[in-house]
């Protein structure tokens, strides 16, 4: 025992030095404890602080500063069980640790001293004292700035300048809070904004800077950076940095611009586009974007008849959110440009087709002398289609080939149309000028397509009698002279011009066993469509593309049938698919109601009867309405009893 016995009482020494020393977290008979690292103090010495209670029954006792000058102020405090709340709290204006005290810092209204301690004197549930050591108090700020100046730079500036503080309201909606007209070229803003309680920050607002542009247009951009670090600017609200004042100084936010200017074809249009900073929100979001899925427009005009031009008010930044193509259109023709010579057939391909923007240009300083070459691509393309030797393709169907751009993002059936036109009976299609570029060439999955039908009625007049169908009336008549007008007018000409397939004098001939004619939306394809892809790049070059075998469709046939005296003849029954990349087929039903809708690619497929309400307004029907192929093979979904 006397061996055992030093070591026990050095042991409880230590347990007793422990508890003493034992910060508010870790001693578990402690049940107020202050949340707040920083207290804001006002000119009278008063502030508050975030406590909660951790017993089941109130919390009650007294807050005080430890080192407040003489007796210290006391603030009572009652808090609810398991609850958060603010409490008070005060000490002496003339305490050494009442921030309004400690050494004033230029150009700051904020002040505040750290490592002060605040004393808590519990009395419920239980009486205990305990100390915070690690508390800073901080004067009260109600208000701080949002300033800076605005610079332009080049030999053209911007005038009538404006900086505004954008407010973004709940659903949505802006609004003005303030703003000021900048004097003169490195003129300065400042715009008072109120702080949040207990120097917390302000809200948040954007910063919108509007000039008259070199053409006289009235345009706008807003800020992007951080305090006392502009990165140039976004093209609409929701590019734009959310700034805040906070407690510790001014937000210092400089807009700096500069131009791009150089040489072009006479009268060309130029555009100057940057993609945003950021891509999120999704389709929906970057849809809208001035250039769809790529790019805004910071700036616009036209070239002179030398050719000259110059874009000016363009937020000028060395960093890489912030980078510009310069596009030039002449006539039909769209080029586009980065920091290099190369030639580029849209945004997407300036962005290499994955939002890159290693291309563009970095405006750091004015940049001059940008030529823009807007000729003609001269790039021909021939595409050689290939087709199974099962089938004899169709002209209209299979054989139409087109080319679509290949946008980043964006399905293949909503991805653009650059060029499109029919192959000749060995398959072959040549497009010219086509412009650099990613492409999906299509072979046989031609969309939109009409054409004219010889008809087993005269008119379709029972239908087209409303008023809101009336201008359709030139879809279905007997000849082409008995519509209304001439070559020139009327209902006559509208069937004359209508694209694809306009009216031909052809149209003036009654086949037998018919009518009439109509102008219907079926072009019928056999194959099942080939999609393959096409690098088409610079300007000057021949491109032969092979495609991939397009080989035979399924086949789906059936019968439509009607209520007893209407017709089950012409009925357009239509097979489509929500994959998102298969077209629609569609068939017009015989005379006894019959259809036979061909090249289908393997899948699902759902079935619609009287899609174009073209005999009536119904389209509810009986039997099968989903079907599931596998291409080159043929199916019967049995009778579709029409309700319409």
């Given at each position: 025992m006397r061996l055992r016995t030093p070591v026990i009482a050095s042991a409880a020494?230590?347990?007793?030095?422990?508890?003493?020393?034992?910060?508010p977290a870790e001693a578990a008979s402690y049940k107020l404890s202050v949340k707040s690292t920083g207290i804001a103090i006002s000119s009278s010495g008063t502030g508050s602080v975030s406590v909660k209670c951790a017993s089941k029954a109130t919390c009650k006792g007294k807050l005080s500063f430890t080192d407040d000058t003489g007796k210290p102020r006391v603030r009572k405090y009652k808090v609810k069980g398991r609850s958060s709340a603010r409490v008070a709290i005060a000490m002496h204006t003339n305490a050494r640790v009442n921030p309004h005290n400690a050494p004033a810092v230029a150009g700051r209204d904020y002040?505040?001293?750290s490592n002060v301690s605040v004393k808590v004197d519990e009395d419920k549930p239980r009486n205990i004292t305990h100390y915070y050591r690690k508390i800073r108090t901080e004067t009260l700020v109600s208000r701080q700035q949002i300033r800076g100046t605005v610079t332009g730079y080049g030999p053209v500036l911007a005038s009538n300048l404006r900086v505004d503080l954008i407010s973004v309201l709940r659903g949505g909606n802006t609004k003005i809070v303030k703003g000021q007209d900048i004097s003169g070229n490195g003129g300065r803003y400042s715009l008072n904004v109120s702080l949040g309680a207990r120097n917390t920050a302000s809200a948040p607002y954007r910063l919108r800077l509007s000039g008259t542009d070199q053409d006289g247009i009235r345009r706008s951009w807003y800020w992007r950076g951080s305090s006392g670090r502009p990165a140039g600017g976004g093209a609409h609200l929701r590019d734009g940095t959310a700034v805040k004042a906070t407690r510790t100084s001014d937000y210092v936010a400089d807009f700096r611009y500069a131009s791009v200017s150089g040489t072009t074809a006479a009268g060309a249009d130029v555009t100057v586009a940057s993609p945003p900073a950021s891509?999120?929100?999704?389709?929906?979001?970057?849809?809208?974007?001035d250039l769809p899925y790529c790019a805004n427009i910071f700036g616009r005009t036209s070239a002179s008849s030398s050719g000259a031009y110059r874009v000016t008010f363009l937020p000028m930044t060395s960093s890489s959110a912030n980078r510009y193509m310069v596009g030039a259109r002449n006539s039909k023709t769209q080029a586009w440009y980065g920091k290099s010579g190369t030639r580029y057939g849209s945004c997407y391909d300036a962005t290499s087709y994955k939002r890159s923007r290693a291309n563009l240009i970095t405006l750091s300083s004015p940049l001059a002398g940008k030529a823009l070459p807007a000729g003609q691509s001269n790039n021909t393309v021939k595409v050689k289609a290939s087709f199974s030797p099962a089938y004899k393709p169709t002209a209209q169907g299979d054989r139409w080939v087109r080319l679509r751009e290949k946008v980043p993002g964006v399905g293949i059936l909503d991805a653009p149309v650059v060029a499109e036109g029919q192959a000749d009976s060995k398959g072959s299609r040549t497009f010219t000028n086509v412009a650099p570029g990613l492409y999906w060439v299509e072979v046989g999955r031609r969309t939109g397509c009409s054409d004219w039908y010889p008809s087993k009625f005269s008119n379709n007049n029972l239908y087209f009698k409303g008023l809101d169908r009336r201008s359709e009336t030139w879809k279905a008549f007997k000849r082409l002279r008995n519509l209304s007008?001439?070559?020139?007018?009327?209902?006559?000409?509208?069937?004359?011009?209508?694209?694809?397939?306009p009216a031909t004098g052809k149209q003036n001939s009654i086949p037998r066993g018919f009518k009439g004619w109509m102008y219907r939306g079926y072009c019928k394809a056999r194959g099942a469509g080939t999609i393959n892809t096409l690098d088409v790049s610079g300007t000057g070059k021949s491109v032969t593309k092979k495609t991939s075998?397009?080989?035979?469709?399924?086949?789906?046939?059936?019968?439509?049938?009607?209520?007893?005296g209407k017709t089950n003849k012409e009925l357009m029954v239509r097979l489509s698919s929500s994959s998102g990349t298969r077209v629609i087929r569609t068939d017009v039903t015989d005379s006894k109601g019959v259809f036979y809708i061909a090249g289908l690619p393997s899948g699902k497929w759902t079935i619609s009867v009287n899609s174009d309400s073209w005999r009536g307004i119904g389209r509810t029907f009986t039997g099968?309405?989903?079907?599931?192929?596998?291409?080159?093979?043929?199916?019967?979904?049995?009778t579709l009893r029409f309700k319409g």
């Open positions: 020494v230590a347990v007793v030095a422990a508890f003493l020393t034992a910060g002040r505040s001293v891509f999120g929100g999704g389709s929906r979001v970057t849809r809208e974007f007008g001439n070559a020139n007018s009327g209902f006559e000409r509208i069937a004359r011009t209508a694209r694809p397939n075998r397009n080989r035979q469709g399924a086949v789906v046939k059936g019968r439509v049938t009607r209520a007893k099968r309405h989903s079907v599931k192929v596998k291409a080159g093979k043929g199916y019967n979904v049995g």
